[in-house]
Structures are given as C-alpha cells and as structure tokens.
C-alpha cells in the first residue's frame, strides 16, 4: 500500500466500527478515517471524531444535530445529520472504501451509493445481500466495484479462495459456534430470557447479533450472503456447528481438497484484511496454539428446533423478494423479543408467517425491495399485536 487509504465507517460506534478504527490506530501509516457516522450514540460519535479528525461526521438522528454540530465545527469537522446524508456522505471523492458496518436493512441504500460512486466496499451488513443481492452484485460488476467481506465466516471463504479465484468451487460450508442454546430442545427454548439469549459463548457483538446467532438467524443470513458473495448456489452451502469458532469456515474444491481459515474469535482479523487486501499487515492480536486447543468439535444444525436457518434456506431456494421479507420479520421479531413482547420461538413463526402473507415478487426492483421491506415490517407488527 503506497498511499494511504482514506476510510468511511458507516456504524462507527456499534461494535464492528470501533474494532474499525482500533485497526485503523494501529495503522495510521496506511489508513485515514475521512467519515464517521452513527445512529444515535453522539457522545461515542463526538468523542471518535475528536481523536480521528474526519472530514466529516453524520448522525442520522437529526434530533442530535445541535449536539454533535456545536462541539465539531470549530474543530472544522463538517456535520451532517439525517438518513438522506447518510446515503449521499458516500459519494465524496475523498473516499476510498466504505465500510459499511450499519446494523439491518439500514445498511442497503448507502452500500447501493458508495458502489453507484465506485467505491470499495467492506462489507459487515450482511443484510444488504440478503436483502438485494443480485441487485448489488450486478450494480458491483458494472461499477468495478469489489466488496471485500468482514463477516469473519465470509473473510475466511475469501482468504481460503485467494489464488484459487480460476478454480470452482464444489461446497462452501460455514461454521456456527452454535450459539448459547446449543443441543438445547424446544421445550428449554420456550422459557429462555433476553438475558440469556444475550450471553454469547464466544464472540461479543451488538444485541440484535447476538440474538440472530443465538436463533442461528445469524447463519441463515449468512448463507444467503455467501450465495452472492461467491456466486453458488444454495446446494453448494453446507453449515456445520464448531462450538470453539477457531474454524472460521471452509472450501471444498472440486478434486475432494478443503482449505479452512483459523484464528481465535477476534473481527479485528477479518476487518484489517477487508481493508488491506492485497497485503496482510503485521499486527499484535493473540496468536492461536493449537496445545490450547486439543480438541475441535464439529455436529450438524438442529434445523428443527432451530428453524430459523430451514427459512433462511427455503427463501434463498424461492428467491425473487423471499429473502427480503425474511430479513425485515426478523429485524421485528428480535426487536419485539429484546422488548420482552414475545417468546424465543415465537420469533420463527412470526417469520414464518409473514412469508406466508407478503406477496411474493420473482423478479423485484429496488423499489420492490423498499416496499416490500416496508410492508412486511407492517405485517409482522400485527402479527405481533394480535398475540397480545
């Protein structure tokens, strides 16, 4: 890397944009921030801009502006404020990779401008696949546009295929550490609290992840993911359970060879690779030893207690706005479950329902995609409230 690469974070304060900018501090010969922006976290927004200087910051809760504007400007930091800057920040010419780490189907529209300006992207919403992946992988193609993964699942895949781009691939198989449910029945499942669904065995993510992980959501999002990443289909996609989340994920090539990536649980990894790629930057994470580790363990997803991964599946089988309507149910339904409203199971049937009662589109625009998004958000709410 001759020169330095100047970075947009989108979600800076969640926790992908703060181990974001941990790899970016240990590398400011090689990377600048040039945009920070947040939800509604302003203290951490502010606080990130002071130490990083950007160009620029958005806050997409207007009702902050006044806020995070009187402390920045007279440091001659630009403040925007709004969903609507947030989507056209992007298009800088100052920006040389967005890395896209908004949490949901927030994240589709501004990954849609930053590709539509030819920006890289590092992608962690993976909901911007799921979402409209054929859309955004076409829209990547036309653009010249490379979306490097910072999923660690998706990162290992990418790193596995490095110098294997020319051959195909025969099964990609993602691991799950299974999550704090692992083994557990239906009937231990109907009790669980948001306090233990929120207790993650390995990894320490944001709340609505750590929930999709502990439903395997996480997963089945994932595998949807990696059909537009790596351009397969869904019967190329295997998921196995690694409870010590040391194999990241695995390739299976065409003469029977399979390559993993290992490491120890840490997305600073997969987030300094997105940002460097071509090159791997020396760094100081913990090594991992193999002594520590004598035994890795590998068993098939319980698909049926856990259905959330069988419908991730079937959406990606159906197609067309399928895996749309998936996303935004769940998005409710693990708003609804963090509000204590509903059950832990409850939240597969509200999805399963609402891919019952949203119309199914074969071949959607973008703005398919928008009001389907929006109107299965509707129905899912009302499914929710007739349970009450």
């Given at each position: ?51 990083f ?6 806050i ?103 110098g ?67 351009g397969i ?8 359970v ?62 049926d ?10 959406s ?34 509200l ?38």
């Open positions: 890397m001759s020169e330095k690469r100047r970075v947009a974070i989108l979600g800076s304060t969640g926790s992908i944009g703060t181990q974001t900018l941990d790899v970016i501090k240990s590398n400011l010969d090689k990377f600048e921030v040039e945009v920070l922006t947040a939800q509604n976290n302003a203290d951490l927004l502010i606080q990130q801009a002071i130490e200087k950007p160009n620029c910051v958005v997409a809760n207007e009702s902050l502006y006044e806020k995070v504007k009187e402390v920045l400007l007279p440091m001659d930091i630009k403040v925007y404020a709004g969903e609507k800057a947030l989507a056209q920040v992007v298009e800088m010419d100052t920006i040389d990779v967005v890395l896209t780490a908004l949490v949901g189907y927030a994240g589709l529209i501004p990954t849609i401008k930053a590709i539509e300006s030819g920006k890289q992207i590092a992608l962690a919403n993976k909901e911007t696949l799921v979402v409209a992946g054929e859309l955004v992988t076409k829209l990547a193609r036309q653009k010249g546009v490379n979306i490097y993964p910072v999923d660690s699942e998706h990162s290992a895949i990418f790193q596995c295929l490095v294997e781009f020319h051959n195909p691939i025969e099964k990609i198989i993602l691991t799950a550490s299974g999550g704090p449910f692992r083994g557990k029945d239906k009937k231990f499942l109907e009790t669980v609290t948001k306090a233990q669904a929120l207790k993650h065995p390995n990894w320490d993510m944001g709340a609505k992840i750590t929930i999709d992980s502990a439903s395997l959501m996480n997963k089945g999002l994932e595998v949807i993911e990696a059909k537009w990443l790596f289909n869904a019967n190329q996609i295997d998921v196995i690694h409870p010590q989340s040391i194999v990241h994920s695995l390739v299976q090539f065409e003469d029977g060879s399979i390559k993993a990536q290992l490491g120890l649980p840490d997305m600073r990894i997969p987030i300094q690779f997105a940002l460097s790629f071509p090159e791997r930057l020396r760094s100081d994470f913990p090594r991992f030893d193999f002594v520590q580790y004598p035994s890795l363990t590998f068993e098939q997803p319980d698909m207690t856990f259905q959330n991964l069988r419908l991730a599946f079937e990606l089988e159906r197609g067309g706005n399928a895996p749309c309507i998936l996303n935004a149910a769940n998005e409710i339904a693990v708003a609804a479950f963090l509000r204590e409203e509903i059950g832990f199971l409850e939240m597969s049937d999805i399963a329902s609402s891919l019952d009662k949203v119309d199914f589109i074969k071949h959607p625009s973008l703005q398919d995609f928008v009001e389907t998004d929006k109107l299965t958000r509707i129905v899912t709410e009302e499914l929710i409230k007739s349970k009450k």
